[in-house]
Nanobody
Framework: QVQLVESGGGLVQPGGSLRLACAAP????????IGWFRQAPGKEREGVSC????????FYADSVKGRFFISRDKGQNTVYLQMISLKPEDTAVYYC?????????WGQGTQVTVSS
């Protein structure tokens, strides 16, 4: 059973930073495009950032450009989402997603709360 495991969420004050990690015990992420999504209470899930498997291209939602940075560590088989200058509106459950061909996997999510 393929499983994605997110970690790194927590409570942080506005202006603070967090780094989320998406790991995949037991299988390699090398071939997968990895995306980070988030879902705030009462809102639809939205895409935040992704990194391709082919050339490592990165993409960001306008709301997080310049504040969030996605990266892939192949040695650790982990994809990170570095988040800086966090705002209260970044509060949500953050999910990672792995896609390759017909394969599409989701993690269970990690809560990020930005509050003073």
């Amino acid at each position: 059973q393929v499983q994605l495991v997110e970690s790194g969420g927590g409570l942080v004050q506005p202006g603070g930073s967090l780094r989320l990690a998406c790991a995949a015990p037991g299988f390699t992420l090398d071939y997968y495009t990895i995306g980070w999504f988030r879902q705030a209470p009462g809102k639809e899930r939205e895409g935040v950032s992704c990194i391709t498997s082919s050339d490592g291209s990165t993409f960001y939602a306008d709301s997080v450009k310049g504040r969030f940075f996605i990266s892939r560590d192949k040695g650790q088989n982990t994809v990170y989402l570095q988040m800086i200058s966090l705002k209260p509106e970044d509060t949500a459950v953050y999910y990672c997603n792995a896609q390759w061909l017909w394969r599409d996997y989701w993690g269970q999510g990690t809560q990020v709360t930005v509050s003073s």
